[in-house]
């Protein structure tokens, strides 16, 4: 289990080996966020007459694999130039207009929710750059198209 989780970007053997401990069946979480929700990363919500409002985080539940989380995130965060993959693409496009720290507990919550994932499934992390999780579809009617794709005498 330890060794799957540790493929995660800025997951190593210690936060991983403290999540399979501490995490004996994945099967009690109905889901991601209520496993995000277990361990403090979701935001806490004072809702009222159908506006959402969303507080800081709850910081609810284990405080060591939180932290283990976050200080993960920000080793992912400090090298997000690195790698092309989904998870620094996302951290990246947060940093332009969000704080430092503020990012890094995102980050924390996302793989949160990356490693529930992971030990539900029982499969590795496909960090595949962000490039090729799309397939590249061809678009008509939207300006710029002739700039990616090419105009019709270039397919010709």
Do not use: C
């Not at 405080?63 to 989380?69: H, P």
């Not at 704080?99 to 995102?106: E, I, N, S, Y």
């Amino acid at each position: 289990m330890a060794r799957r989780l540790m493929t995660v970007p800025g997951i190593g053997p210690i936060t991983a080996s403290a999540l399979a401990a501490s995490i004996q069946d994945i099967s009690t979480f109905s889901g991601s966020r209520e496993f995000a929700a277990f361990l403090g990363l979701t935001p806490r919500q004072n809702s009222s007459g159908g506006k959402e409002r969303l507080g800081r985080v709850s910081k609810m539940g284990n405080r060591y694999l939180r932290k283990l989380l976050v200080v993960g995130a920000h080793a992912v965060l400090f090298h997000r130039k690195r790698s092309g993959d989904a998870l620094r693409n996302w951290a990246d496009r947060l940093m332009e207009t969000k704080p430092f720290k503020l990012v890094a507990v995102a980050t924390a919550n996302k793989l949160a929710r990356i490693v529930f994932a992971l030990m539900r499934d029982a499969t590795h992390y496909a960090g595949t750059p962000a490039y090729q999780q799309h397939r590249q579809r061809p678009r008509t009617g939207i300006q710029g198209d002739d700039d990616v794709m090419g105009t019709d005498e270039d397919r010709s």
